[in-house]
């Protein structure tokens, strides 16, 4: 097992919690206070990038660590992951074509005695077989409406762009006020 590397973390994370307390204690109801509180705001955009520049360096790091790790085993893996599945498909193919024939000689056995017959196939140790229902569409005109999910991508997309005069049945656009503060005022 690896060593787990410990890295001291930035002081910043300790002083962000009397930015919080301040951010928090600050009522905003004239325009004093509106600058009080975009002045914590733009401090606050200071010690996130500092805390930000500090980590970003060791995640690609670790990012990078992580992506070898993955790849690694992934050169191991894929070759096994492949010979499992043409494995389990020739196990497949051979009990489907099983059932066949036992399917065909109980339909001949009941055709000649006139009563019905089961025939129970042996079971391979160390091996089970389910059966999966799967579906492929095959005329989304005839799909009913409760399966069909909306595009937002496409929809988030025309909102933007149209902004208020988007007219789409069925949907409200609406907008909201998004505030941004930088690390510093304007100069």
Not at 44 to 60: E, M, S
Request: net charge neutral; hydrophobic share 40%; proline share 4%.
């Amino acid at each position: 097992m690896g060593e787990l590397v410990v890295f001291q973390k930035p002081e910043e994370g300790a002083a962000s919690v009397g930015l919080i307390d301040e951010i928090r204690s600050i009522e905003v109801v004239d325009r004093s206070s509106c600058a009080m509180m975009a002045e914590a705001l733009r401090r606050i955009a200071a010690v996130k990038k500092k805390i930000t520049d500090w980590y970003t360096p060791r995640k690609a790091d670790a990012r990078r660590v992580w992506q070898q790790l993955v790849d690694d085993e992934k050169m191991f893996l894929d070759p096994l992951v492949e010979a499992e599945k043409v494995g389990k498909q020739s196990i497949a193919a051979f009990e489907l074509e099983e059932k066949r024939k036992a399917n065909e000689m109980a339909a001949r056995i009941a055709l000649e005695t006139g009563s019905s017959a089961v025939i129970v196939l042996p079971k391979t140790e160390g091996v089970s077989t389910t059966t999966l229902w799967r579906w492929r569409l095959t005329d989304v005109d005839l799909l009913p409406r409760e399966y069909m999910v909306p595009d937002e991508k496409l929809i988030n997309r025309i909102v933007r762009e149209r902004k208020d005069s988007t007219h789409i049945p069925g949907l409200e656009v609406y907008s909201e006020l998004s505030v941004s503060a930088t690390r510093k005022g304007r100069q």
